[in-house]
């Protein structure tokens, strides 16, 4: 059962309701940006939901060295803070080295450490003297109960704002499976667990160059994870996902984001009693 709660924009990530982390995997352009953070906002409000707005200044882990990185650092979090800005939202957005911690966390409101850096502690430790929350994903090689030591890592730096995310388990090459039963058992650690439905249906390296996936997966698997309990659903999502730069083919069209959040909460709402 979750024990913290952290307070964002009205509302609590880990009080037992639904958050909603969203947004295009790369930071394609602001006003790509801008549009899709006030189509989720609207979708959320709605829904009485929490939105917290993602996008990546840098995807420094592609799989090619050839691959659209985004727009780096500085122009990455100026667009970031205009976003937030003109749509009225949190944001989140990833780090992958200690020195963009600080001038990352004097802009977004939650700072997202990469699964194959979880393990990273000089990044883990820059994350947390930032203050902020930390939302740090499981490595795909890694067991949900060594997740422990990563947020004891931010612990002993000061800072115990952290969330814990589910992103699936290598299993072979170019394959992702999903262990249902890690979520309870990050769950049981006292910090509010996230579901990251689209890199969950990744299938990383799998077109040769690049990475493929099926977003359609992510529909059972995110009302499989609700029903198992979680805090918050991550899902990246893009208007055109054959034209988007990274991660396009296990994106979620922008449109059926309103049915894919309409599912979840479906099972949420069933089994949230029974599960807190």
Request: one cysteine or more.
């Amino acid at each position: 059962m979750s024990t913290k709660k952290y307070y964002l924009n009205g509302k609590f990530i880990g009080d037992g309701s639904l958050a909603v982390i969203a947004g295009p995997c790369s930071l394609e352009s602001q006003e790509l940006g801008l549009r899709v953070a006030k189509y989720m906002k609207k979708l959320c409000e709605e829904r009485n939901l929490l939105y917290i707005f993602k996008a990546s200044f840098d995807k420094a882990n592609r799989t090619s060295v050839h691959a659209w990185r985004g727009p780096g650092l500085e122009k990455g979090l100026e667009q970031l803070a205009e976003i937030k800005s003109l749509a009225g939202v949190p944001v989140v957005t990833d780090i992958h080295e200690p020195f963009q911690a600080a001038p990352a966390g004097e802009v977004v409101d939650i700072l997202q450490i990469p699964a194959f850096l979880c393990r990273q502690t000089d990044l883990l430790v820059a994350a947390a003297k930032t203050g902020k929350i930390i939302n740090i994903k499981k490595a795909q090689f890694l067991a949900p109960e060594d997740m422990i030591y990563a947020a004891a890592k931010c612990r002993e730096a000061g800072n115990d704002n952290v969330m814990l995310c589910e992103r699936g388990t290598s299993m072979g090459y170019h394959r992702l499976v999903v262990d249902m039963t890690g979520l309870i058992t990050m769950r049981e650690f006292g910090y509010p667990v996230v579901f990251d439905a689209t890199h969950s249906v990744q299938k990383p390296g799998g077109l040769g160059g690049m990475s493929g996936g099926d977003y359609r997966l992510a529909f059972p698997l995110a009302r499989a994870a609700a029903g198992v309990g979680i805090d918050a659903v991550f899902a990246e999502t893009h208007p055109n996902p054959k034209e988007a730069l990274s991660d396009g083919p296990n994106m979620i069209p922008l449109d059926q984001m309103g049915k894919f959040l309409d599912d979840i909460l479906a099972v949420h709402n069933v089994t949230r009693n029974i599960i807190q």
